[in-house]
């Protein structure tokens, strides 16, 4: 199994979202150990924190950014805007795909 980088325990799991207390174990399961992960560590120079990091020496990085919606509450998703409908109305938030991105020069 992989290993998590924090590990995951009572102080650091109050920190993080149920949706990604949730999905740290997955990954854990299904990675091989050669993959270590992090999950809230800042990179770049704009110092973003994406949800999850996986690295491998040989193969790269995989930064994973986590939502826990639902395919009924999703209703449009363009490059820029994720358009959502939660019981408390329409929302517009800016598409994790491309806030996200962080360019390593």
Same mark, same amino acid.
């Given at each position: 199994? &992989?290993?998590? /980088?924090? &590990?995951?325990?009572?102080?650091?799991?109050?920190? /993080?979202?149920?949706?990604?207390?949730?999905?740290?174990?997955?990954?854990?399961?299904?990675?091989?150990?050669? =993959?270590?992960?992090?999950?809230?560590?800042?990179?770049?120079? @704009?110092?973003?924190?994406?949800?999850?990091?996986?690295?491998?020496?040989?193969?790269?990085?995989? *930064?994973?950014?986590?939502?826990?919606?639902?395919?009924? @509450?999703?209703?449009?998703?363009?490059?820029?805007?994720?358009?959502?409908?939660?019981?408390?109305? /329409?929302?517009? @938030?800016?598409?994790?795909? @491309? &806030?996200? =991105?962080?360019? *390593?020069?």
């Amino acid at each position: 199994m &992989a290993e998590i /980088i924090p &590990a995951l325990n009572r102080e650091t799991s109050s920190r /993080i979202t149920s949706c990604k207390k949730r999905f740290a174990p997955r990954l854990k399961n299904l990675l091989q150990d050669d =993959f270590p992960y992090g999950y809230e560590i800042s990179v770049g120079k @704009t110092r973003r924190y994406p949800d999850f990091i996986v690295l491998h020496p040989g193969r790269g990085w995989l *930064f994973l950014d986590v939502k826990d919606w639902k395919p009924i @509450t999703l209703k449009g998703l363009t490059p820029e805007v994720a358009r959502l409908h939660p019981p408390s109305g /329409i929302v517009n @938030t800016a598409n994790p795909c @491309t &806030a996200t =991105f962080v360019h *390593f020069s």
